[in-house]
DNA sequence: CGACCCGTTGAGATCGTTCAAGTAACGTGG
DNA sequence: CCACGTTACTTGAACGATCTCAACGGGTCG
């Protein structure tokens, strides 16, 4: 049941360099027949109506919108993995959210507003765009749809606090190790029955770096002693979880907590 | 960040003379009537609808909602600051939001959730508190509703992805420089008209730290050197910005973004 | 087979923390 | 209105976590 179509093979054809540039021209992703290679139950991934000829597939390291954007369209990952990320002027780079399928994304915060922050695709990516006017029409004929839609930015909300609680407050070890679980349980939820411990993660170092707020040599050195420790084993985009106990314990997360991840149902 | 010795040894539990203690008494007592004094046009802030008798007054230090509580009401906040925080287990706190009036708090994840974190009151608050239940009805009368909430959350995690780049990538120089122009301006932004450059900030240099993922030690280090450069003047919690364009310079903003943010009227 | 990423490791510099000992403002009760 | 206790702010010295710079090794792909 694992699924080649979801790992990180074909990954980025020269499109992924230490300090990925913005990708300027946008992207051309061609309209697309619903996927293959999708999680069990695609359709509860649809919280987004579907929009006729709205589904995209984007090529991994393509930029699925650039910040300062108008925003005409929201985004709905059907699969593949996709990095929320914010660029300062001279280069440094903060990603701030792993979107999993299910998650939306693009979210105006007013009308005609400008999104703040750009959205690489790190594997090839199937969305679903749903131009604002479809998402207007949809909502009044469905009048849960928006409070599903605001619970789906609650969650965001919440998952950016906790990533900010981690950057801002924990070392280099816990950060690297709270990024690890987070992933893995958030990956694992997707695949209920599954019981492995191993999982493609299409990261590379530096980029786990730009999420924690680490240098790439850094996050080297916490992996490698994470790794002789025996705790996880992240190698060339594979993570095994060797100590699961010992990882929730690192990460600082309370085993509480942490058992209700791997319930969790939710992108 | 040493992992034992976290809390000030000799001090009984829940003593913490700098950390201020979760809910609790609260320090009540002081008002901050600059900062807090209700807007010009208030009504604007009620992005929710009111509720019969639920308008509710809380003191400074008090907490609106704490972490683990099972979300029953949202928050639409019309007068006061309030702080959204984290905690580690070991005390380590994460100031990972300012609410300011027209904040909306506590929104759910989903139905029958737990919210993530809490909300400590700055200064005396007043806010407006409506059940799930009457929201839920009020959506049904008024379909936009649903949407301008779920713009205001949109809003909300915008702002944390830049608060998080700010933690993340940026200097302790240039966080706090970040902070304080961020307050400045959304401060301002409540009252157009104004043209002062001084303003009442509800916060000491701990609550800065907590919020920028610095010691206070560090953050007074750094104030200090801001005053000496003559860019801004931080004193017991009341602020003046002495060069508005090195501020703006040494925050690391874009002066286009900056200006635009003295325009925005938003919470 | 040759490029090109990506990962690895060492040495030294730096930024921010920790620990410690003050001083200044505030608020309270007499 | 003052004395006192408390909280907030300030400063110095030493330490250490993380960064920077630099060189090299390993994997993968055309």
């Known amino acids: 049941m ?20 913005r990708d300027g021209d946008g992207n051309d992703g061609q309209t697309w027949a619903p996927a293959t290679g999708l999680p069990p139950s695609t359709d509860a991934y649809r919280l987004l109506p579907r929009h006729r000829k709205g589904d995209r597939k984007i090529a991994a390291g393509r930029d699925l919108f650039s910040i300062g954007e108008t925003n005409t369209a929201i985004f709905n990952l059907l699969s593949g993995w996709v990095a929320i990320y914010t660029l300062l002027e001279d280069g440094r780079r903060q990603i701030v959210h792993f979107a999993l399928p299910g998650a939306v994304m693009g979210m105006p915060t007013s009308k005609g507003a400008q999104v703040s922050y750009s959205a690489q695709a790190l594997t090839e990516v199937v969305v679903s765009v749903i131009p604002n006017s479809v998402l207007a029409a949809a909502s009044r004929d469905d009048p849960e749809l928006s409070m599903r839609l605001a619970s789906a930015l609650a969650r965001d909300t919440s998952m950016a606090y906790d990533h900010m609680t981690s950057i801002g407050r924990r070392t280099a070890r816990e950060r690297v190790a709270h990024l690890l679980l987070e992933l893995f349980t958030r990956y694992r939820a997707q695949w209920p029955g599954d019981r492995i ?3 493609a993660i299409p990261l590379t170092q530096e980029q786990i770096g730009d999420a924690t707020g680490l240098t790439f040599v850094h996050v080297n050195r916490v992996l490698s002693t994470l790794r002789k420790e025996k705790i996880v084993h992240f190698h060339y985009r594979r993570l095994r979880i060797l100590d699961p106990d010992r990882l929730i314990e690192v990460a600082g997360v309370d085993p509480q907590t942490a058992m209700s991840w791997f319930q969790r149902r939710s992108p």
């Open 2 to 21: 694992t699924r080649e179509a979801e790992r990180p093979s074909g990954v980025a054809p020269g499109e992924l360099s230490r300090r990925p540039k």
């Open 197 to 199: 411990e191993e999982m």
